[in-house]
């Protein structure tokens, strides 16, 4: 975090758009099995507050997005997502859809992780053969 804050220290002229990429509810699944889901969060919730001090970074979270995080036919592999993704993110950023404010940042995060939480351990993998049967290969 601090090599990073320190390149956004030593330019002040350009404004830093850093986001957190959806990764496919999949991708979350494993890390909730492995026991790391809550290093991971915690990762998220750590990086925006130590940036948010910082007038010149906007932070995006798509995280939370069901419609990105769970559509699997978005997805190449756990964490790969297709260029359709690309220009929907891109289409937000550019109209603020995403931004995490400055304002009540930490109940906002809060909101935003513990939806995380709920999605991900709430999340079943019975029957996803039959959600995505173009997925499977014989």
Known sequence: IQSLKSIILEHPETTFHLYFPPSSILWWDNEYRRG???????????????????????????????TLVKNL????????????????????????????????????????????????SEYSTNGILEDYPTAVTP
Request: proline content about 3%; charged content about 25%; hydrophobic content about 40%.
């Open 36 to 66: 790391t889901m809550e290093i991971k969060l915690e990762a998220i919730r750590l990086l925006i507050t130590e940036l948010a001090p910082l007038s010149n970074v906007d932070r995006y979270l798509f995280q939370t997005d069901e």
């Open 73 to 120: 036919n978005l997805y190449m592999d756990s964490v790969h997502f297709n260029q359709q993704v690309n220009l929907e993110l891109v289409n937000r950023m550019k109209n603020k859809q995403g931004l995490i404010p400055k304002e009540n940042l930490d109940e906002t995060l809060n909101d935003l992780l513990s939806s995380m939480r709920k999605m991900i």
